[in-house]
């Protein structure tokens, strides 16, 4: 690459974003570029601040939920869950079996969701039109689901603590046995047309390689972690709710490049529709609340509770002071975290590898700045 | 130059004719592309507008014309506004020469190949304008993409027009088309039209080349400063050229208005049949957008100096032996096909492979984590246990 420069060259300072179309919402960064190549990249963060942790502090356990779906906006059951989870240890509620089946359940769905909304727009980043259509077909398919079920497409509030709102309708497993091989469908179509493709292939192996040591200093969680390589995730080595009951496999990488990132997704996919299909096997009557009050008051305390998110690992540290509204809430977001990853990524890549790059972390913005 | 008044007059209404012809020619493929592109991505496309949709583009021009006109206070304003112009005439221009039927031209050129190659190259420099003049960054770097991308691509889909110049003998279209009576060139030398066909994808910026506007990387690149009218202009252009590369590719590939069953047709039919020809390259052309994601601009450079320029030279040292030792026609076939073989064997050989064994064993050496019984089901596993146990104790008494 150290050709001899014949004539001087000045770096260019490009501002990628918050108004770019590949930033995923209102992501910026400025990049220095010498040609095509970027020498080096300033992520700026914070234009959709909105201070959820801060207003978590003047609301109610109960209606804190509501925040918690709008942090990833597009995996909310599991936003929801990680929040509940942790008022619950820290009141040592336990939860019935129905609830928490119905949760992982819908925390599943959500995660497919989720994955799909990524291959979708990924496959835009890189300029192919097609997938995203098909991944947004079957998104829609879940949820209309999780209207059926909660009254909401998105912000579903449906989780409490001790249990859920309400219990499913009469024809729930049915749907989601019907929706499961229609996701199933979907998912392998997309797979299909992109997975395997030359140009995508070109594109995304070898590019953003990060090893395993960095991708574990820089704190990357998730699929983006599993793809260099390491093996971690909250479900195997943190079992929460029913997920000691289930079986499943962790995909786990090897080349911590895009295409490893992005494949694990895909894979992750059909792993969550298997463990549906268990939960659904297993999903016995009973009750779906704990017994005890309404409005929620833990004992003064603070509590750590981490899960396993489609981007990563979220972490809720909570601090009570035994009063009706949590003294301070502290959300460690994987989309944040992951995105220190990003200048070790992208030091020496192309621009329209910035683009790649970016997109195979599956950043929320929602939850980057809370 | 003695040029009558009425040859003048007849000039100006050819021109006017051939304007709108054009016009409805971009208005027709922008409804097609919609149209297909929903169908193979599961959506109806437009439907709203007229039946089955027809007038969406028309509804989308008046939208375009009713626009601002916005152009950025840091440019430089008249090159800004000639460039779209730069542009979109040359696309217009090459018209001129091309060939609907035998009979059905504006103007026949005896250098009508040399013509269209001329003006086709002039757009480069409205596109690098438009960077260049919006004086934003992603423009120039849309505009600098461009440049290396155009001119890289002119050379193969040169090379390959010659190499139908050199067989046929003439730059002529008409002639070019009347050579492809018995055979079609595309069966002589597939070799030549496939390299047409992808630098052609490349030469008009379609997927998976489209990479000097990329929309998720320079945002539209030498278009992201443009708004309303003039941005129209670029959208014409870029579906006029688009055509072209069908048209041009349904005259010297696929016989024109020739057709296998018996006698020449009638003019109208005969129009009618090169534009079927013209349309089916550009519906293959929209099918490809739909498919292949984009590549990134070294790949594109890598891939047009290292594989489709030195093809495109084989083919055409291949059509001048043939020429020159008088072989039969069809061992240009074979060697187009035995040429063909290589880059496709190589790919296949260094990248699919390798991928799917990748992606095989990323799911068979998944971590698999057991689930374990419940505690209720252990707890009735292991008092199940106990009852087995001492079932056969109570038999033996």
Not at chain 2, 31 to 58: A, N
Not at chain 2, 199 to 225: C, M, N
Not at chain 2, 269 to 287: E, S
Not at chain 2, 301 to 330: E, T
């Amino acid at each position: 690459m150290t050709t001899e420069q014949q004539f001087e060259t000045v770096d260019m300072m490009l501002n990628m974003g918050p108004q770019h179309p590949a930033t995923h919402g209102v992501f910026r960064m400025v990049l220095t570029l010498d040609g095509e190549r970027v020498v080096d990249v300033r992520p700026h963060i914070g234009y959709l601040h909105r201070g959820s942790e801060r207003l978590c502090e003047t609301e109610s356990y109960g209606q804190v939920i509501t925040l918690f779906d709008r942090l990833d906006y597009v995996a909310n059951i599991n936003n929801e869950l990680a929040f509940v989870r942790s008022a619950e240890r820290l009141m040592d509620i336990e939860v019935p079996e129905r609830a928490m089946y119905i949760r992982v359940i819908l925390a599943e769905l959500n995660r497919i969701a989720s994955h799909l909304l990524f291959i979708g727009t990924y496959a835009i980043d890189l300029g192919a039109m097609t997938p995203i259509m098909y991944c947004f077909r079957e998104r829609e398919r879940i949820q209309n689901l999780f209207e059926h079920v909660t009254g909401a497409r998105m912000m579903h509030n449906y989780l409490r603590i001790g249990g859920v709102k309400e219990d499913v309708p009469s024809d729930f497993v049915a749907r989601v046995r019907h929706l499961l091989s229609e996701v199933r469908e979907g998912v392998e179509e997309s797979d299909k047309l992109l997975t395997f493709n030359e140009v995508f292939l070109s594109r995304t192996q070898g590019v953003g390689v990060i090893d395993a040591a960095t991708a574990i200093s820089c704190g990357l969680t998730g699929p983006s972690l599993r793809g260099s390589g390491v093996p971690y995730d909250v479900r195997k080595d943190d079992p929460y709710e029913i997920y000691p009951y289930l079986t499943f496999k962790i995909p786990t990488g090897e080349n911590g490049d895009c295409w490893d990132r992005y494949y694990l997704r895909v894979l992750e996919c059909y792993e969550s529709l298997s463990m549906i299909e268990q939960c659904l096997d297993q999903l016995e009557d009973g009750l779906i609340m704990a017994a005890g009050r309404r409005i929620a008051r833990p004992p003064a305390g603070e509590v750590y509770v981490h899960s396993e998110n489609p981007r990563g690992d979220i972490g809720v540290f909570l601090v009570s002071d035994g009063s009706d509204k949590p003294y301070r809430v502290k959300v460690r977001p994987p989309s944040f975290c992951n995105l220190v990853a990003l200048r070790p990524m992208m030091k020496g890549a192309y621009v329209a590898d910035a683009v790649a790059i970016l997109g195979s972390l599956d950043i929320v913005l929602g939850e980057v700045d809370r | 130059m003695n040029v009558t008044l009425g040859e003048v007059i007849n000039i100006a209404i050819a021109l006017f004719v051939l304007f709108n012809l054009v016009t409805l020619v971009a208005i027709t493929l922008v409804w097609l592309e919609r149209k297909l592109l929903g169908r193979l991505q599961g959506r109806p496309g437009p439907t709203r507008v007229g039946p089955f949709g027809l007038l969406q583009p028309i509804a989308d021009a008046l939208k375009l014309l009713a626009k601002e006109d916005i152009s950025p206070g840091s440019s430089q304003k008249v090159l800004f506004f000639v460039a779209p112009l730069l542009v979109f005439v040359p696309s217009f221009v090459i018209w001129l020469t091309f060939p609907v039927a035998e009979n059905l031209v504006v103007r026949n050129l005896g250098l009508g190949l040399f013509f269209f190659v001329a003006f086709s190259v002039l757009s480069i420099v409205g596109l690098v304008l438009a960077g260049w003049s919006s004086n934003s960054k992603y423009a120039i770097l849309g505009g600098f993409r461009a440049a290396a991308q155009l001119v890289s691509y002119e050379i193969p889909i040169i090379m390959s027009i010659l190499v139908v110049a050199m067989l046929a003998g003439t730059l002529d279209f008409v002639e070019v088309v009347e050579a492809q009576e018995a055979v079609p060139y595309i069966a002589m030398v597939p070799l030549a039209f496939v390299i047409f066909l992808i630098a052609g994808l490349a030469e008009v910026g379609r997927t998976p080349f489209d990479i000097y506007f990329a929309e998720s990387e320079v945002v539209g690149g030498p278009f992201v400063e443009y708004s309303g009218a003039h941005w129209a202009i670029f959208f014409l252009a870029e579906y006029v050229n688009t055509f072209v590369v069908g048209l041009l590719g349904a005259l010297l590939f696929l016989g024109g208005w020739m057709w296998p069953f018996g006698p020449d047709l009638p003019t109208p039919a005969a129009a009618g049949l090169v534009l079927v020809k013209a349309y089916f390259l550009t519906v293959i052309i929209f099918w490809v957008r739909a498919t292949y994601p984009r590549m990134r601009i070294d790949q594109l450079m890598s891939f047009g100096w290292k594989w489709l320029i030195p093809l495109s030279f084989a083919v055409f040292v291949a059509a001048a032996c043939q020429l020159f030792y008088k072989w039969n026609p069809w061992t240009l076939t074979i060697i187009s096909f035995v040429i063909m073989a290589v880059p496709v064997v190589i790919q296949i050989r260094r990248q699919r492979n390798p991928a799917l064994a990748l992606a095989a064993r990323y799911a068979a050496n998944a971590i698999v984590v057991q689930a374990r019984p419940k505690p209720a089901v252990a707890a009735a596993m292991e008092s199940e246990s106990a009852t087995t146990d001492a079932a056969p104790e109570g038999a033996g008494a």
